[in-house]
């Protein structure tokens, strides 16, 4: 059974940082793209970061500059450092993987497997 399990979330200040861990078991996603996604209450989810199995990376401009994505294939885990907070950056984040795909993707429907998210609150 494929799981994946996010931490590392919790209350910061703004301009303040955080890392995210998502460790995944069941399965190894070494060979495949994973990536970040959050929601906030009343929103979209939408893409955070995505990396691919040669470690290209791709970030929307909302965060490029702030946040790092990157893995450890050996240890099936993938993180996101995020830096230089913001309020507007609340939400809850998840983690996803794709299905036998190497390539970054911004697009939720591309991720098979998804984490129970980890709330991330950031305080003015």
């Known amino acids: 059974q494929v799981q994946l399990v996010e931490s590392g979330g919790g209350l910061v200040q703004a301009g303040g940082s955080l890392r995210l861990s998502c460790v995944a078991s069941?399965?190894?996603?070494?060979?495949?793209?994973m990536g970040w996604f959050r929601q906030a209450p009343g929103k979209e989810r939408e893409v955070v970061a995505s990396?691919?199995?040669?470690?290209?990376?791709y970030y929307p401009n909302s965060v490029k500059g702030r946040f790092t994505i990157s893995r450890d294939k050996s240890k099936n885990t993938v993180y996101l450092q995020m830096n230089s907070l913001k309020p507007e950056d609340t939400a809850v984040y998840y983690c996803?993987?794709?299905?036998?795909?190497?390539?970054?993707?911004?697009?939720?429907?591309?991720?098979?497997?998804w984490g129970q998210g980890t709330q991330v609150t950031v305080s003015s």
């Open positions: 069941g399965r190894d996603f070494s060979a495949g793209a």
């Open positions: 996803a993987a794709r299905d036998n795909s190497r390539y970054t993707s911004s697009r939720q429907n591309d991720y098979a497997y």
């Open positions: 990396i691919s199995s040669g470690d290209n990376t």
